[in-house]
């Protein structure tokens, strides 16, 4: 069975940019959901999506939103990039409560 | 509000010593407490939840409400325990739940 793949795996982009990043769950997997890891925060919760809709949301500024397609791929977005959103972003799928696979993450560069 | 603590950022270790990586929560709620682990150039993976009171790679831990801990352990410890490990309590409100992470423990043991 396939993991969790995100793509792209890395990302430069400039202050004021928007970036998406894309996440394929775990064939089965319904439920989605994104976290940002960083040096001083460690992982921080996003949001989570299940069936196409926001389940959960974590304390983020509205410039992170996100959304899950049919096929339960999801996708993040960051609008007005600032230098503090520098960060490894993880997606996880899961199918029971607790237990999330993640992937390999994508590492976004603000500059 | 729900929080995990990890108090020891780094923690080392020789071969064959005991090992404890500390974990306390706060939440109003029935605690479920899993510890996850990410080896070096490694996905962040599942170790053991609470629920299962399992043991896997010789790692146990156990809840203790009382005194709000789940702190993970290992009678001897080996040199490819060394890892990012990573308490995280459920937090759920019905159907929504996420998962809240600690910052973290690297524990490094040595030969």
């Not at chain 2, 043991?55 to 156990?62: E, R, Y």
Request: with cysteine; charged share 20%.
């Amino acid at each position: 069975k396939a993991g969790v793949t995100q793509t792209p795996r890395y990302l430069i982009k400039t202050r004021g940019q928007q970036v998406t990043l894309s996440c394929s769950p775990i064939s089965g997997h319904r439920s989605v959901s994104w976290y940002q890891q960083t040096p001083g925060q460690g992982l921080q919760f996003l949001f989570e999506y299940f069936s196409e809709t926001q389940r959960n949301k974590g304390n983020f500024p509205g410039r992170f939103s996100g959304r899950q397609f049919s096929n339960s791929r999801s996708e993040m977005n960051v609008s007005t990039l600032e230098l503090g959103d520098s960060a490894l972003y993880l997606c996880a799928s899961s199918l029971s409560r607790g237990e999330a696979f993640f992937g390999q993450g994508t590492r976004l560069t603000v500059v | 509000a729900q929080r995990v603590t990890q108090p020891e950022k780094l923690l080392s270790v020789f071969k064959g010593a005991p090992v404890e990586l500390k974990c306390n929560y706060s939440y109003s709620g029935s605690p479920e407490l899993f510890w996850y682990v990410q080896y070096s150039r490694q996905r962040l993976q599942l170790l053991l939840r609470h629920i299962s009171r399992e043991s896997i790679k010789g790692f146990t831990a156990d809840l203790n409400k009382g005194e709000t801990s789940f702190h993970l352990k290992k009678p001897f410890a080996q040199e490819e325990d060394s890892a990012m490990y990573y308490c995280a309590l459920l937090v759920s409100g019905g159907s929504n739940y996420k998962l809240t992470f600690g910052k973290g423990t690297l524990l490094t043991v040595n030969p």
